[in-house]
């Protein structure tokens, strides 16, 4: 299999690797990074815990082939925290009860955090959809839209 060299820059940090072609980003970040933040469930786009930002979109890592993100940024959950300080949607999950397991947390957190910046004041119904391809088997979906919320209105 051919080998690529690709330029990520991920989280902040720039990263030159070589690849193979029919490598994902999911593992490129998982296996060649060492950022285990974001999670490997389905490797097939349907449960949405792979979710990282491309350039500040919501995009499930398994369906980008590593070198499709060559020269993009790219931010995992590992990448919003500043120092030890948590993110604002965060520190609303934590407060809210939205972490249960904690499987399925860095993908709504990632997501929830790419809204907020397109949109700080989201209605539930954006809220919904913004979340919406992403699955939680513990929670219910209430506390982890009520914690979205929360960090929107009280400008966390």
């Keep these: 299999m051919s080998r690529h060299k690709i330029s990520l820059r991920v989280n902040g940090q720039r990263y030159e690797l070589e690849v193979e072609a029919n490598r994902t980003l999911l593992q490129t970040i998982r296996e060649d990074l060492e950022m285990t933040g974001t999670k490997c469930a389905c490797e097939r786009g349907d449960c949405g815990l792979c979710t990282v930002m491309v350039d500040?979109?919501?995009?499930?890592?398994?369906?980008?082939?590593?070198?499709?993100?060559?020269?993009?940024?790219?931010?995992?959950?590992?990448?919003?925290?500043?120092?030890?300080?948590?993110?604002?949607?965060?520190?609303?999950?934590?407060?809210?009860?939205?972490v249960q397991c904690g499987f399925c947390t860095p993908a709504f957190i990632v997501a929830a955090t790419a809204l907020l910046k397109r949109n700080p004041k989201p209605s539930e119904?954006?809220?919904?959809?913004?979340?919406?391809?992403?699955?939680?088997?513990?929670?219910?979906?209430?506390?982890i839209i009520d914690a979205i919320l929360d960090a929107s209105k009280s400008g966390k």
């Design 56 to 98: 500040g979109v919501p995009t499930k890592s398994c369906l980008v082939l590593a070198v499709e993100a060559d020269g993009k940024e790219i931010t995992t959950i590992e990448g919003l925290m500043k120092g030890e300080e948590l993110n604002p949607v965060q520190r609303a999950f934590i407060e809210h009860g939205a």
């Design 125 to 143: 119904e954006e809220v919904k959809e913004a979340i919406g391809g992403i699955l939680c088997r513990c929670t219910g979906y209430r506390q």
